[in-house]
């Protein structure tokens, strides 16, 4: 396990807290109910692949953390990409971190809407095919109609 940079570590009342908005049965509502900054909540790593080579592991936020445009559903566009260096599996070191952006797209009543990160397959330790998605249709939702997959 590592950690992610301390820019993307949730962070309520000064202090990591990676309570998301959703707490089980019994359970106490984060407070405050979104972080102050990092990754929004339910908004982690959401895509994780190794190259190839087996040299380098990227794993990619969903969406932009809160201090980066993620405290909006319409500006959290700009999300994050971390490279480690994993040629140490038992010592992960971040070696580099990228920002990608993220399609908008229309929702079918006409609003602006952000795509999510999903998922990435690494196809070399320089190429990668990352998967931007709508949210919010799936299984267990009201409605099932997806408007943007794209690679």
Do not use: W
């Not at 900054?37 to 190839?52: D, H, I, V």
Request: charged residues 20%.
């Amino acid at each position: 396990a590592t950690q992610p940079p301390a820019a993307l570590v949730p962070m309520r009342h000064g202090a990591p807290n990676f309570a998301s908005d959703n707490p089980g049965p019994g359970a106490a509502e984060p407070d405050p109910k979104d972080p102050d900054t990092g990754r929004q909540n339910n908004q982690g790593l959401e895509g994780m692949a190794m190259t190839p080579d087996g040299k380098s592991l990227i794993a990619v936020l969903q969406s932009a953390p809160r201090q980066d445009g993620g405290d909006s559903p319409a500006t959290r566009q700009n999300t994050r990409a971390l490279v480690y260096d994993a040629s140490d599996p038992a010592h992960l070191k971040l070696a580099h971190e990228y920002v990608v952006p993220l399609p908008v797209f229309k929702d079918a009543k006409g609003k602006t809407k952000i795509a999510a990160q999903s998922e990435i397959v690494a196809l070399s330790d320089k190429t990668f095919l990352m998967l931007a998605r709508d949210s919010g249709n799936g299984q267990g939702l009201k409605g099932d109609t997806s408007l943007v997959r794209q690679i």
